[in-house]
């Protein structure tokens, strides 16, 4: 039995020149973030998210998407500049919105009918990050309590969507909502899992591929539905 054209499948993936330069560009960060190498990793960190959505825009993937990485990379420069972190939050939560209405427009509401408890974990994972990092925000970044508050709905709202389109997607929303809370329990002077720095880079790399291979397998499906419904309306057919 034969693939479907629209079909994405592991191998189509893995096998995409895009792809592999990401993969390569990805070893080398992370060699370089375990390293602590400074300028060098920030350059390959600046290089990670384009080459995704080159693999993106090659396969014809939702325009929403490409928006959404392109905000991303925005914040992925600017987290690598003194004094730009809320500029980088900023870039990121412009992406969760992006996404957040990618998976809305794609049945996201209905799916979450029918998987209901994932919004209530959502929102249990959320209160409990937000009530553990509330007094130390305070004690060592009080101005960043707002934005954090804010933001870390977005990611919530990110992972909870995801989930009610493409399981895929979803996971890729939970990695990108650990990635974050990592990086949150560093500036709120609290322990994480060491390295760190890697860490944070391993589950929000896997969590932009994640989220971009369900988001295009997604489209791609209901692309050919739609392609087939149409044909078989001006045919006279039926679908089975």
């Known amino acids: 039995m034969t693939t479907p054209s629209y079909a994405l499948s592991f191998g189509r993936v893995a ?15 992370l060699v370089l973030v375990a390293a602590d190498t400074g ?9 990670l998210v384009p ?6 825009v090659a396969v014809g993937g939702p325009r929403l998407l490409v928006v959404a990485l392109f905000f991303s990379w925005v914040g992925d420069v600017a987290l690598e500049v003194d004094g730009m972190f ?9 992406a969760h919105v992006c996404f957040v209405t990618w998976f809305v427009r794609n049945g996201a509401l209905a799916g979450l009918r029918r998987r209901w408890w994932v919004v209530l974990v ?3 994972a959320w209160a409990a990050t937000i009530t553990a ?7 060592e970044e009080p101005g960043l309590r707002l934005p954090i508050l804010v933001y870390s709905l977005l990611l919530t709202a990110t992972a909870v969507t995801a989930f009610g389109v493409n399981v895929l997607a979803g996971v ?25 720095g890697v860490w944070v880079m391993v589950t929000y790399l896997a969590a932009q591929v994640l989220l971009s291979v369900g988001m295009v397998h997604t489209d791609r499906v209901r692309s050919s539905i739609h392609d087939a419904t149409g044909d078989a309306v001006h045919t006279g057919g039926s679908i089975r």
Do not use: Y
């Open 172 to 196: 890729g929303g939970a990695l990108f909502l650990l990635s974050d809370t990592l990086i949150a329990l560093d500036i709120a002077g609290m322990s994480r899992p060491e390295p760190g």
């Open 15 to 29: 096998r995409h020149p895009a792809i592999i330069v990401f993969a390569a560009l990805a070893v080398v960060h």
């Open 122 to 124: 959502g929102l249990v």
């Open 86 to 94: 809320l500029l980088g939050m900023a870039g990121f939560a412009l």
């Open 39 to 47: 300028l060098s990793q920030s350059v390959t960190k600046a290089l």
């Open 133 to 139: 990092l509330w007094g130390p925000l305070g004690d």
């Open 51 to 56: 080459a995704l959505a080159v693999w993106v």
